[in-house]
């Protein structure tokens, strides 16, 4: 209850503060600042910064570019059997439990097999 009082009235000091500047005549404009010798080297910096950071962001992207696509060997082995099936993959396709083989297969691991990965030859 006391909050709410309390709020009122900060509401209606606020309001009566804002009715009473405004009637207030505005002042004159300072005069505008005077400019200071162009610091020429300050914005030349400033854009071989900004440079330097879309050449660093273009090395990164072609980088994880270049890495998602390397070929890998990826060998699958039965545990039970020993029965071992070579394949050929992209790296961005590689998962956890399955893959997508170069030529389009879709291969999911059994809970018995294991996998293997080496960079293709």
Known sequence: MLTKILFTLAVIGLVF????????????????????AEKRWLKALAVAVIA???????????LNWRDSHQILQVQVIDSRSGRVSNYQVVRGQLQE???ITVDGRQVRLAETERLEVAAAP
Do not use: Q
């Open 17 to 36: 503060a804002m009715v009473r500047f405004r009637g207030r005549p505005a002042r004159a404009p300072a005069p505008p600042p005077r400019k200071k």
């Open 97 to 99: 439990r399955d893959f």
């Open 52 to 62: 330097l950071m879309l050449a660093g962001t273009a090395v990164i992207i072609y």
